[in-house]
């Protein structure tokens, strides 16, 4: 496993989250739209060792063989996916 056969991506799922702490009025509750989370690692494809299936595979970082952080994400649950490279890159500061 080497970070050159994996590319690097952004993918915008949408999460499973809970309401407020503590006893809550139901009938106050209201429907405030998808939990959107930002995930950032190397795409690891279905069937390549590290990956799961039915679910984005993302890995924080590859070295010899090995990974850490492995993150699963629910294909269901993918909202938009890019691949990250030097062209996709900003700058906010100023030279």
Known sequence: ??????????????????????????GEQTDDGEVLVHTVGYLIPVGDAGSKARHVSLWQTLCDGEGIHGFYIPVAMVRDMMVLGVDTLRRDVEE
Do not use: C, F, P, Q
């Open 1 to 26: 496993m080497t970070n050159e056969k994996y590319s690097m991506v952004r993918v915008i799922w949408a999460d499973a989250h809970t309401s407020e702490s503590g006893w809550l009025d139901m």
